[in-house]
C-alpha cells in the first residue's frame, strides 16, 4: 500500500500515524491494512472514573434537597474528569477505529448529561456500538438515562406527550429534515409514551403512562412502543441515506459524490451493519482518490490529538485540557445542542484560526495563551466578580520531545513536511519552509504545524 | 532554541518577501459606508415564549390552554387593556414609556420548521423554509457592500452563519485587545504575508488563509480605535451584560461596524418553564437598560436600532411538564430612539385561530423584518441582499 494512502486512512480512521508504524505498513496490501485495523478494533475498552462516591447513597438521600445539591455539584465535577480521561484515551488508544467512531457517533447521537453514571454509560454505549448494528444501536440510545432526561423522553406521558424526542430521533438520527410531518412526530411521541428509567439510570417501561391506542405512523396502524418506531423508520432507504452521507461527509470528503453514497446506501440498507459499511468505505477506489486526501478541515479534537501523535504530550490540569477545548469550539461532552458540532468551515473563524497556529507552541514551546471567560449557562447568572474575564495562561505541558526524537531520527527536514501535512502546500509558504530548512528538528516541527496547512488532512 | 528567538529567526528569515496582490487591495480597499447607522441584533436561543413574554392577561383562552404556567394578570406590567409584560421586563419599562421600544407580533414565516437548528438557520440566512443557504442575511449584506469585514462583528467566541456571507464574513470578537494581541506575533506576519494564492477561498486551504488575512487586517484597528472608550456605566455582571458592554464600547469608540450580534441561551423549555423565562427574561431586561442608557449617555442612540427575536415561539397549549413545546410565530421588539411606531406594532396573536398543529399562525413574515431595516434604516438594495422582495414595515 502507498505510504500517502495510509497516512490518509489513518488521519481518517485515527489521528495520524507515526514513521514507524508508517513503515511498518507500507510493505502490506489494503486489504491487511484495513482487516489489520478492524482487528484490532474488535475489543471495547470501557472508560470510567472513580465513583465510589456513591457507595451507601441511597435514594432517601437525593431526596433531601441540600445533599442532593452537595451530589450534582461532585457529579459535574466527576462529569469533567470523565471527559478529560475520553481525551486521554483518544491520545492513547488501543482501539483506534473504534475509538475514532465513538467520537463520530457523539457528534450522531448527541446528548448531555451531568449525572455521571448516566454520562457514563451513554458514553460506553456509544464505544459498544459504534460498529454494531444500527438498528439495534438507536433502540438502545432511545432508552438510555442520559438521552431520556436530554430529550423530555422521561416527561413524555399519554395525557400530553413530550414531542422533543420524536422530533430528533427523524431529524438529527435517522432521516433528516423533511422527511416526515407534524402528524408523524404526534404518532411516534405518543409511541415512546411511559419511557422512563430508575435512579441508577436502568430503563424501565411504565405501561400506565403509555399511550396504549393505536397510532398511524408512515402509513402503518398499530399499537405502536418506540421499537416499533424505529423498525418503521428503518424501513425506509432514506435512513441508510442520511447516516451513508453523514459517514461520507465525516470520513471521506464534505462534498457528496452522489455515485460512492448510492454505492454505500446499497451495502448499508441490507442490514444496517456499521462495520460492513465502514470497510467498504475503507476498501473501495475512491476512498484514496487524490480529491479526498489533505482536504478536511480537522476538527479540534483531531487536530489536539494529531499533534500528541507527533509530539506526545500532556497537559498536567484538567481544566486546561477543557479549556483548550473551549477555544478551538469542542469540549468533549458537552455539545453545543442536540445537532452537535457544525464541522467543516464552521470549525474555523477568526478566533480559533489564530488559537490553532499558536497552539503548537502553546503546547511545544511554553508560549503563552490569553482567553475570555464566557462561561455556561450556569456562570451566565452567577456573579463575576471574582472571575476576571479575561485571563492569561501558560498551559503546563510536559512533552515527550524523546519520543519525538525516536520515531523521526532517520528524517530530515526536508523528509519531515511531507509526514506532517498531508496536503498540497501553498507554494509562497513553500518557498518560507525552503528557507527555513537549516532551523533545528523540534523547531521545524513545531513551525510545520503552526501552519495553515496543518488544519487539514 | 527559545520561543522569542525563534519567533524573531524565522521572521527574520522570510521578511516581506511575498505581499500577495490581494493582501495589498485589501488593504487599500476604501471602506465603502452606506450609512452610519448601525443595527444591534439580540437572538433570545431556544425558542423563547413570546405568549408568556407579552402576555394577552384579558384572554380565557391563554389561561385555559396553559393553566399552571400562565402569568398572572397581576404578574405583569400593563401596556394596554389587554396585553402585560412579563414582570421580569420592568426595567425596560422606562424605555417604553419613552417611546423607544416597538413590539411587533405574529411574526414568521410559511410552513414553519420546529427545529431549532433549522429554524436558526433559515432566521439567519433569510430563506425560505424549504430552501438551504450556506450564507446568512449579514454576511450578503457584506458582499453586497464590499464591507471590511470587522463591518459585522459577533460579540462571541465564534462566528454563527447569519454572519458568514459568500465572499465575506463578520468578525467574532469578546474583547478586542484579545483579539489583537495574539496576531501581533512576528509568526503571524511570516504566514500571512508568505501566501501566494489568487484562489482565495475557493478552496479549504484558501478559506484558511483568507480568514486568517481577514482577522489580522482587522484586529489592529479595531483594537486602536475601540482603546480611547472605556465605559463608567454599570453592566450586569452576567456574559450577556458584557457582551453589550463590549458593543456599546465599539460604538461610543466611532468603529465602522454597522451590524453587531449577539445572544443568550437557554430559552428551549420544556419542563418547568416559570423560573427559567423568569430568570432570563430579567438578565435580558437590566443588560438592555444599561445599554440604552450608555448609548444615550454617549449621543449615539440616535443611530442605533435594536434587534431582539427567537428563532421560534412555543406551542400555546402547554405540557404535563409545566413547560411548552416548540411553536412558531413569535413577537419581536424594536428598540430606538425615533420608532415611527411605538408600543404595539400590531395586534397580539388570535389564540382562537391556530393552524392545525395548535400553533399560531404568522402575520408577518420576519424578511419583512429585515428588507425594512435595510431598505430603510441602513439604505441598500434589500431586494439585492435578500434574494426576493418583501413588502415594508413602518416601524422606521
Known amino acids: 500500500m502507498k505510504s500517502e494512502h495510509i497516512q490518509h486512512l489513518y488521519n481518517r480512521v485515527g489521528f495520524g500515524i507515526t514513521p514507524k508504524e508508517l513503515a511498518r505498513l507500507s510493505k502490506k496490501s489494503k486489504k491487511y491494512v484495513v482487516n489489520e485495523l478492524f482487528a484490532s478494533s474488535k475489543k471495547v475498552t470501557s472508560l470510567s472514573v472513580d465513583t465510589s462516591y456513591l457507595k451507601g447513597i441511597s435514594f432517601k438521600d437525593l431526596k433531601e434537597p441540600k445533599q442532593r445539591r452537595e451530589l450534582q455539584k461532585i457529579s459535574r465535577k466527576k462529569v469533567q474528569e470523565f471527559s478529560t480521561a475520553w481525551f486521554q484515551r483518544l491520545n492513547n488508544p488501543s482501539e483506534i477505529l473504534r475509538e475514532k467512531m465513538t467520537l463520530f457517533w457523539a457528534n450522531h447521537f448527541v446528548c448531555e448529561s451531568k449525572n455521571i453514571l448516566y454520562a457514563e454509560s451513554y458514553n460506553n454505549m456509544l464505544r459498544r456500538n459504534a460498529l454494531g448494528n444500527f438498528n439495534n444501536f438507536t433502540k438502545t440510545v432511545s432508552k438510555e438515562a442520559a438521552m431520556l432526561a436530554y430529550l423530555n423522553n422521561k416527561q413524555n406521558k399519554k395525557e400530553s406527550p413530550n414531542e422533543n424526542f420524536a422530533r430528533e430521533l427523524m431529524e438529527l438520527f435517522t432521516l433528516g429534515q423533511d422527511q416526515y410531518t407534524e402528524q408523524d412526530i404526534k404518532e411516534s411521541a405518543r409511541s415512546f409514551t411511559g419511557y422512563t428509567n430508575n435512579v441508577k439510570g436502568k430503563f424501565f417501561f411504565r405501561e400506565k403512562y403509555h399511550d396504549e391506542n393505536n397510532k398511524t405512523f408512515f402509513g402503518k396502524t398499530g399499537n405502536f412502543q418506540g421499537d416499533d418506531i ?123 484560526i489564530v488559537t490553532r497556529l499558536r497552539l503548537p507552541s502553546v503546547l511545544l514551546n511554553n508560549a503563552e495563551i490569553a482567553y475570555s471567560e464566557i462561561g455556561d449557562e450556569e456562570t451566565m447568572i452567577t456573579n463575576f466578580k471574582k472571575r476576571k474575564l479575561r485571563r492569561k495562561a501558560f498551559i503546563k505541558v510536559s512533552a515527550d520531545w524523546n519520543s519525538f526524537e525516536e520515531n523521526y531520527k532517520k528524517k530530515s527536514n526536508k523528509e519531515l513536511v511531507h509526514q506532517i501535512i498531508t496536503t498540497k502546500i501553498n507554494s509562497g509558504t513553500e518557498v518560507m519552509l525552503e528557507r527555513n530548512q537549516q532551523l533545528s528538528k523540534h523547531d521545524f516541527v513545531v513551525q510545520l504545524m503552526s501552519l495553515p496547512e496543518y488544519q487539514l488532512c | 532554541m527559545k520561543r522569542r528567538d525563534f519567533l524573531k529567526r524565522t521572521t527574520f528569515a522570510s521578511g516581506m518577501f511575498f505581499v500577495p496582490q490581494f493582501l495589498k487591495a485589501f488593504e487599500q480597499l476604501p471602506v465603502k459606508t452606506f450609512s452610519n447607522k448601525k443595527v444591534v441584533i439580540i437572538q433570545l436561543k431556544g425558542g423563547n415564549d413570546g405568549l408568556n413574554t407579552v402576555v394577552p392577561f384579558n384572554n380565557d383562552i391563554y389561561y385555559q390552554e396553559r393553566n399552571n404556567i400562565a402569568i398572572n394578570k397581576n404578574d405583569v406590567f400593563k401596556i394596554s387593556d389587554e396585553v402585560g409584560l412579563h414582570k421580569s421586563l420592568q426595567p425596560l419599562q422606562d424605555l417604553y414609556n419613552k417611546g423607544f421600544v416597538s413590539i411587533i407580533n405574529n411574526v414568521g414565516y410559511p410552513n414553519p420548521n420546529l427545529s431549532h437548528f433549522r429554524s436558526t438557520d433559515i432566521w439567519q440566512t433569510a430563506s425560505d423554509s424549504n430552501e438551504y443557504l450556506q450564507n446568512g442575511w449579514v454576511g450578503r449584506y457584506l458582499d453586497y457592500t464590499k464591507g471590511n469585514p470587522y463591518a459585522a462583528i459577533e460579540v462571541d467566541e465564534s462566528l454563527s452563519l447569519m454572519m458568514k456571507g459568500k465572499t465575506q464574513n463578520g468578525l467574532a470578537i469578546t474583547d478586542p485587545k484579545m483579539f489583537y494581541n495574539p496576531m501581533r506575533a512576528p509568526f503571524f506576519n511570516n504566514v500571512v504575508t508568505n501566501y501566494n494564492d489568487a484562489h482565495l477561498s475557493e478552496h479549504n486551504l484558501g478559506y484558511l488563509y483568507n480568514t486568517m488575512i481577514d482577522a489580522k487586517s482587522s484586529a489592529k484597528h479595531i483594537f486602536e480605535k475601540s482603546n480611547t472608550k472605556s465605559t463608567t456605566a454599570a453592566y450586569p455582571k452576567n456574559i450577556f451584560g458584557k457582551q453589550l458592554n463590549t458593543i456599546s464600547q465599539f460604538i461610543n469608540s466611532g468603529l465602522e461596524t454597522q451590524v453587531y450580534y449577539a445572544g443568550l441561551s437557554g430559552f428551549d423549555t420544556h419542563a418547568n418553564q416559570a423560573g427559567t423565562q423568569e430568570r432570563l427574561l430579567k438578565v435580558y431586561a437590566e443588560s438592555m437598560e444599561v445599554f440604552i442608557n450608555d448609548l444615550q449617555k454617549n449621543n449615539s442612540f440616535d443611530d442605533v436600532l435594536i434587534l431582539t427575536f427567537s428563532e421560534f415561539g412555543r406551542r400555546v397549549k402547554q405540557n404535563e411538564s409545566k413547560g411548552t413545546d416548540h411553536g412558531t410565530a413569535n413577537n419581536v421588539f424594536v428598540m430606538g430612539k425615533n420608532l415611527k411606531k411605538q408600543g404595539l406594532y400590531n395586534d397580539l396573536p388570535n389564540l382562537g385561530d391556530l393552524d392545525k398543529n395548535g400553533n399560531l399562525k404568522y402575520e408577518i413574515d420576519f424578511r419583512e423584518v429585515y428588507a425594512t431595516i435595510l431598505d430603510k434604516w441602513l439604505q441598500v438594495d434589500d431586494v439585492a441582499i435578500l434574494n426576493k422582495s418583501f413588502s415594508k414595515l413602518n416601524f422606521v
Not at chain 1, 453514497?261 to 487524490?290: H, P
Open chain 1, 230 to 352: 424505529i423498525d418503521i423508520i428503518l424501513e425506509k432507504k432514506q435512513c441508510a441515506r442520511f447516516i451513508s452521507e453523514k459517514i461520507y461527509r465525516y470520513f471521506v470528503n464534505e462534498n457528496i459524490n452522489e455515485k460512492h453514497v448510492n454505492e454505500m446506501v446499497e451495502v448499508f440498507y441490507k442490514d444496517y451493519n456499521i462495520e460492513k459499511l465502514m470497510r467498504f468505505v475503507l476498501l473501495s477506489k475512491w476512498f484514496y482518490a487524490d480529491e479526498n486526501i489533505g482536504t478536511k478541515i480537522k476538527s479540534p479534537i483531531e487536530f489536539l490529538v494529531g499533534i500528541n501523535t507527533i509530539v506526545p504530550y500532556t497537559i498536567e490540569k484538567q481544566n486546561q485540557v477543557l479549556l483548550l477545548q473551549r477555544l478551538l469550539g469542542q469540549i468533549l461532552l458537552s455539545p453545543p445542542n442536540v445537532a452537535g458540532w457544525k464541522t467543516g468551515r464552521n470549525w474555523i473563524d477568526s478566533n480559533t
